[in-house]
């Protein structure tokens, strides 16, 4: 059981970037899954979630209208799309298994840093 | 917003003592409550689901109590892979929000 972040990198601000998490091991298609991001030095904070089958989203409100989060079952693996970066997104963003039963995020991947600096 | 407070922020203790953490929520989140450990370079791994319940092969060292707006992790014998940062979650309006506390950093003494 995986799940595998890439995609990150260092942009400037106003640039955009494509994150993405490969599952392994999983019934991907199965699971709500979320974007959790950690800024240098500082404590977790939820970005994204999006349902089993992609029709569903919600965004925390710093990242509302910027990034989208997406998901491709065929290929078990989730996105997020990330426009009009800040500095304040500067984070190692990990992706996360939302529990069916508990609801807690039981599985995370080991994240991707992304860097936004001019 | 349910605004999720952890403390202390910071707590100096020997391997083999028990530690209690707390976290208090704004409003109340019945029990729908996680714990998080992170160790330094990792990425966080549940502990502690439903306020009291252990995720799949956490040792019954750990215990986690609490429900409405007050919860507590104790863990009743320090090892040293112990030494970490600790979350608590709420995830009470699901499907709509997942605040996290700050976060309290165990450090040895």
């Known amino acids: 059981v995986q799940l595998v972040e890439s995609g990150g990198g260092l942009v400037q601000p106003g640039g955009s970037l494509r994150l993405s998490c490969a599952a392994s091991g999983i019934t991907f298609s199965s699971y709500w899954m979320h974007w959790v991001r950690q800024a240098p030095g500082k404590g977790l904070v939820w970005v994204s979630r999006?349902?089993?089958?992609?029709?569903?989203?919600i965004y925390a409100d710093s990242v509302k209208g910027r990034f989208t989060i997406s998901r491709d079952n065929a290929k078990n693996t989730l996105l997020l799309q990330m426009n009009s970066l800040r500095a304040e997104d500067t984070a190692i963003y990990y992706c996360a298994r939302e529990s069916t039963s508990s609801l807690a995020f039981d599985i995370w991947g080991q994240g991707t840093t992304v860097t936004v600096s001019s | 917003e349910i605004v999720m407070t952890q403390s202390p922020a910071t707590l100096s203790v020997s391997p083999g003592e028990r530690v209690t953490l707390s976290c208090r929520a704004s409003q109340s989140v019945s029990i729908n409550l996680a714990w998080y450990r992170q160790t330094p370079g990792q990425a966080p791994s549940l502990l502690i689901y439903g306020a009291s319940t252990r995720a799949t092969g956490i040792p019954p060292r750990f215990s986690g109590s609490g429900s409405g707006t007050d919860f507590t992790l104790t863990i009743s014998s320090l090892q040293s892979e112990d030494f970490a940062v600790y979350y608590c979650q709420q995830y009470n309006n699901w499907p709509s929000m997942f605040t996290f506390g700050q976060g309290t950093k165990l450090e040895i003494k």
């Open positions: 999006i349902n089993s089958d992609g029709t569903n989203t």
